[in-house]
Structure formats: C-alpha cells, structure tokens
C-alpha cells in the first residue's frame, strides 16, 4: 500500500502539490500556520493536523513548502515541530528552496533520530505545480531518492538525485543565477535598444532564434515590453534565492561578482516597492538609470 504523505505549507506551491498527491490516490495529512490554507486542502480530501509533530505521527514521508530557511527549521526542528513526532524510519523531504548549509543541518538533525532526509527544492514555478511537471533538484542519499520517486513522479516530470544534503539546493541556486542574470542581460539589451529608438519588440524577433535567445528570453522578454508584471515568480523570492546564493558562496569562499551586483540591484527593486511583481521588473531598475520606459511600439 502507498505510504501515507504528511504536507507542511499549503502556499502558492503547497497546495496543489498536495492536491495533486490526492489525485494519485496518496492519504494526505496537512498544516499550516494558516487556517485558510489548510480549509482550501481538506475541502479537497486531506486530513488536518494539529501541528507538524502530529503529521509527522500520521504519515511515513513528510514533505515540507515553507518559504525559506527559518521557516524550514522552524517546521521540522522547532516546538511541535516534525522531528518532536517523526518516529525511526520516517522520511522528511524539505522542497523549500533555502541555503544549502540549512538543508545539511536539517539532515544531521534528522539523521540523528533515524529519520531520513531529502532536501528536493523544483523549478517550474505554480503552473508546475499544478500541472504536476516540476522539475525536482533532490539532495540525500541513494536508498532515501528511491523511496521518495514514486511521490516525486506525482509531483513532476522529472527528478535528479544531485549529490549528499543540501545538494539539491546547490543546484536551484545555479538555477536561480543563470536565470537572474539572463533576466538583466535581456533587460539591459531592451533598454539600450529603446534609447537608441529601435523597437524592443523588434530587437526580441530579430535575436531570439539565434546564440542569444533562450527560455527566460521568450519568457521574459514579451513582459517587458508588454509592461506586464504580474507574477509569475516574484521578486521577493528570486532576491531571497540570490541572497541565499550569496550566503553559500562567502561559505564556500567564492567571488560572485555578477551575482552579488544582481543582490544589489534586486535590493534596490524591494525598496522602491516592487517586491511583489514578477522578476522581469528587473528591467525597471534598468530603465530607471537610463531615463527611459522600454515598450513595444
Ligand atoms: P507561500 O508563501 O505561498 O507558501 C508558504 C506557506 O508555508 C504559507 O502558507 C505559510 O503559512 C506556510 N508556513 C510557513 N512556515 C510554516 C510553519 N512553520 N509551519 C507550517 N506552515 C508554514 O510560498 P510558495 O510560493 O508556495 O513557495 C514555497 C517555496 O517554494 C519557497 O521556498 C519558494 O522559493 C519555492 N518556489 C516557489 C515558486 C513560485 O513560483 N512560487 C517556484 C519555485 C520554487
């Protein structure tokens, strides 16, 4: 019989990730700090929890969808928290993307009660989520993955076992830089284009079957000069990403440089209030030092 899925954050993400472990057939225990949260997934057949200490009594494998690391640790390692009712022999699988050195921590923590551990941050974004084709980064060991494939083959359409814990967020975060700097190069390029008076849209069907074109140019570019921001994947998280790709590489000793001017330009896209737009507003900031506002014409 299919192991019993305990589900902690029922966000943007969460939900139809849980909604969809349903669809497979899986018993799904659920929490969230938010009671809204957990009405809109037991309105669809999972079972509310009191806290993640009581999810992790009622189910084998316990995935977590939290924001960010200290709400990660929080759900597993805190008060009430998954480790305080995971018994010997559970797995707990944190899909959060947050800095690899939390997720290593989170394995000891779990290693040490003889609880198994994934860190599996996706890309694919909430379309990806709902249509169930994510793409999984899995961090962990080889006997943990092989349990957890048929729960991820319900979740996406593809899942890649990177290496030991934290592994898998290692590889979201050269995600998350490949994609951010592709983003500002795609925005500097529109903006210089504007300036000079050639159509941005021009510039996008002129260039995108060749060298430079790439998904995050097809995908952002049209937002930029359609001046449609709405997310898609927000500022606030890929700032977070990149702060924790920042985090990582003063651990590992590694200069960033494109990275860490991305830092500061997404900082600065979170104080003029753009936090909650989609990430290819970073032409805004672009644009701004220009003095000029890119826009099909
Ligand atoms: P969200 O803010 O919509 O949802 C997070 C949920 O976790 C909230 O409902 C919150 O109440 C809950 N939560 C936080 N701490 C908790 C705790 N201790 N116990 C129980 N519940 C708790 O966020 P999201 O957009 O679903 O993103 C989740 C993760 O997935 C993030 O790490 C994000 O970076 C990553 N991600 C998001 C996207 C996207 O497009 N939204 C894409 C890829 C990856």
Same mark, same amino acid.
């Given at each position: ?5 305990? /589900? ?9 990730? &849980? !909604? ?13 700090? /938010? ?27 316990? @995935? %977590? ?10 759900? !597993? ?7 305080? *009712? ?11 993307? !947050? ?14 009660? *003889? ?17 169930? %084709? ?19 083959? =319900? ?31 795609? &925005? #500097? ?11 941005? #849209?021009?510039?996008?069907?002129? !260039?995108? +079957?060749?060298?430079? +074109? ?14 449609? /921001? ?9 700032? =977070?990403? @990149? ?7 003063? #651990? ?12 500061? @330009?997404? %900082? ?13 507003? @970073?032409? =805004? ?11 099909? %014409?």
């Amino acid at each position: 019989m299919a192991e019993k899925i305990g /589900f902690i954050g029922l966000g943007i993400m969460g939900r139809p990730m &849980a !909604i969809n472990l349903m669809k497979a057939g899986y018993e799904v225990h659920c929490y969230d700090l /938010f009671q809204d949260a957990v009405k809109r997934v037991t309105d669809a057949g999972a079972k509310a929890a009191a806290s993640p200490a009581d999810v992790a009594r009622a189910a084998e494998i316990i @995935i %977590t969808m939290v924001q960010d690391g200290p709400q990660a640790e929080q759900a !597993i390692m805190g008060k009430d928290g998954v480790l305080d *009712g995971a018994a010997k022999g559970k797995l707990v699988i944190d899909m959060s993307s !947050i800095a690899p050195s939390v997720s290593q921590k989170l394995g000891k923590a779990c290693a040490a009660k *003889g609880v198994g551990f994934l860190d599996g941050p996706v890309s694919g974004g909430e379309p990806g989520a709902i249509n169930a %084709t994510l793409a999984i980064m899995v961090g962990g060991n080889a006997s943990d993955f092989e349990r957890a494939k048929p729960v991820f083959e =319900k979740l996406g359409k593809s899942s890649v076992l990177c290496g030991g814990y934290g592994a898998g967020q290692v590889v979201k975060l050269a995600n998350q830089i490949v994609v951010g700097l592709n983003i500002l190069a795609v &925005a #500097e390029a529109m903006t210089l284009a504007q300036k000079a008076g050639v159509n941005p #849209e021009t510039v996008f069907e002129a !260039i995108k +079957g060749g060298l430079a +074109g790439s998904n995050v140019m097809n995908a952002k570019g049209p937002m930029m000069f359609n001046r449609n /921001f709405q997310p898609g994947f927000r500022i606030e998280l890929h700032y =977070k990403d @990149i702060n924790n790709a920042m985090q990582a590489a003063r #651990e590992m000793q590694v200069p960033l440089q494109a990275t860490a001017n991305l830092q500061q @330009i997404l %900082t600065s896209l979170m104080l003029s209030g753009d936090g909650k737009h989609d990430h290819s507003a @970073i032409v =805004k900031f672009v644009e701004k030092q220009a003095g000029v506002e890119v826009k099909k %014409t």
